[in-house]
């Protein structure tokens, strides 16, 4: 993102008010190569390629803030592969992570990978290495860095079902293996900075936070959550999950977040009533439904809804509801930015 992309990412973060909401996406590679008309080996494999498409991308769009923005990923690869997860390649999805073990015994004896030699993780730190001088000269930087959350990294090594069972059949075990699932999240994040040079932000995604209850949210997930946010005092941070579950709604201040991209399932002004005034919203236009399957004059509509259930200008980003779906066309992220432009004179 460009630096006066960032100061409104910054302003809007800290609770300041800002002449109009901007509009920010959460892009990566479900969405950039076949948009690009690129196959995702491709995209995923060859510097050049991922750096052309995501300039080009930012040049078609220069009014949307793309978050995290050039983000070097993997679909859910890049952690689950440090554990040693066999991974799936096609030339039109996103890489597949396959389960490791399906024993919570096993998963909680794991040690955390290094990202810097395990996995696919050091092969993106090299990308973001090679690409970011080329970034900055084209008026851009990589201000936040991402990665999965320690739920969905140990949904990944263990597979759903089997990971949810253990919390309930195994608790101590699964303690155990999200300590290690929270220091690789932590770890990873921080090797990401450490390879750039103007990282300011954090993204954490973790879905599987709203697959559980009230209950198993505060034992589990919260205080890992919280130990992977305090990690970065001072930076800005971002939590993504759009599951149709608000247990964590209440508790999202106490992480120290700033910005947090939900599901288009929630009504905006309900989150706003559970999270409280001092958290910054993106979202939250229906990802698949509107904004890939719909009209522009369908998503103009619900965009334009979404601003008016929350009038003033501070604490809402027009987004997404989740991630930008395959197949999403440009016309109808351009009424993203039609429904923030002022009415004609």
């Not at 910054?10 to 892009?27: F, G, N, T, W």
């Not at 440090?82 to 399906?102: E, K, N, W, Y």
């Not at 992977?228 to 599951?243: E, Y």
């Not at 809402?316 to 440009?330: E, F, N, R, Y």
């Amino acid at each position: 993102m460009t630096r006066e992309q960032w100061n409104i990412l910054r302003r809007c973060a800290s609770a300041q008010a800002v002449e109009a909401a901007p509009v920010a996406l959460i892009v990566d590679s479900p969405w950039i190569p076949g948009h690009m008309g690129l196959s995702t080996l491709d995209y995923i494999s060859v510097p050049d390629a991922w750096l052309h498409a995501n300039l080009a991308v930012a040049r078609e769009f220069p009014q949307i803030i793309f978050l995290p923005g050039f983000w070097c990923e993997m679909g859910m690869a890049a952690e689950p592969s440090g554990f040693g997860c066999r991974i799936s390649f096609f030339p039109d999805q996103p890489p597949a992570p396959h389960p490791l073990t399906s024993s919570i015994e096993d998963a909680a004896s794991l040690e955390p990978p290094n990202p810097a030699t395990d996995g696919l993780m050091p092969l993106l730190l090299n990308y973001y290495r090679r690409v970011e001088p080329e970034i900055i000269a084209a008026g851009h930087g990589i201000k936040m860095v991402a990665a999965r959350g320690p739920l969905t990294v140990a949904s990944h090594v263990m597979g759903v079902s089997e990971f949810l069972l253990a919390m309930k059949l195994e608790p101590k075990l699964t303690h155990r293996f999200l300590e290690t699932t929270t220091t690789l999240t932590r770890t990873w994040l921080e090797a990401q900075a450490a390879a750039l040079h103007e990282v300011e932000g954090v993204l954490v995604l973790d879905d599987l936070a709203g697959f559980v209850s009230a209950k198993d949210y505060l034992e589990f997930a919260h205080p890992c959550l919280k130990r992977v946010f305090d990690a970065f005092p001072g930076a800005v941070k971002m939590f993504h999950n759009d599951t149709d579950n608000p247990v964590s709604y209440p508790h999202l201040r106490d992480l120290g977040i700033q910005l947090f991209n939900f599901t288009h399932l929630q009504p905006l002004a309900e989150v706003r009533r559970r999270v409280g005034p001092d958290l910054c919203l993106v979202g939250n236009v229906p990802p698949l439904e509107l904004l890939a399957r719909g009209t522009p004059d369908q998503v103009l509509a619900s965009a334009r809804e979404c601003l008016s259930s929350h009038p003033g200008g501070r604490g809402l980003i027009l987004s997404a509801g989740g991630g930008v779906s395959p197949g999403t066309p440009a016309a109808n992220i351009r009424a993203l930015v039609r429904a923030v432009e002022p009415p004609p004179c």
